[in-house]
């Protein structure tokens, strides 16, 4: 399992989320430029929405940027001790294997990897799983919360 690898691929798909935002806050902004003011009419507000919606998107934009950039500078540790930054855990969850890969963005984005072809979902420490896990050791049991409904995990590796 390559983690170099597996990171990139988190990477390209978070830089491709950048991408359509950045093209959605071009139309969000063409719009704003186009919709009437409001002094061509009293009840019409899109030019307003508009503006909103491109300094949201824009805002957006940021947060993934700076996720980027803190993915690229995390240390990945060779052997992990515990589930930490870098580690990828599997685990089972109501008897399905799962598997994970902490960093400190890009949080949910699943990413397969070439040599075993198995497939690692990205969670960050302050996701409730995240949470959960971070600091346990191989076979530790933790559980989280989601709404009502608890989740157990058992730890079965780390690396």
Known sequence: MNKENLIRKILEKLEKE?????ESASSAHEASVEAPGAMQSHSDTSKFQNKVSEGNIGTMIQQKKIQSEAIK?????????????GACVLVEDSGIEKRYI??????????WDDETLDSYMSITP????????????EGEKTSFKIGQKEKKLLIKKIW
């Open 18 to 22: 950048i991408v359509e935002l950045e």
């Open 73 to 85: 500078n995390v240390a990945l540790p060779e052997r992990a001790s515990d589930i930490n930054l």
């Open 102 to 111: 902490v960093l400190p963005g890009g949080s949910g984005i699943e990413a």
């Open 126 to 137: 302050d996701t409730p799983i995240g949470k959960a896990l971070l600091g346990k050791k």
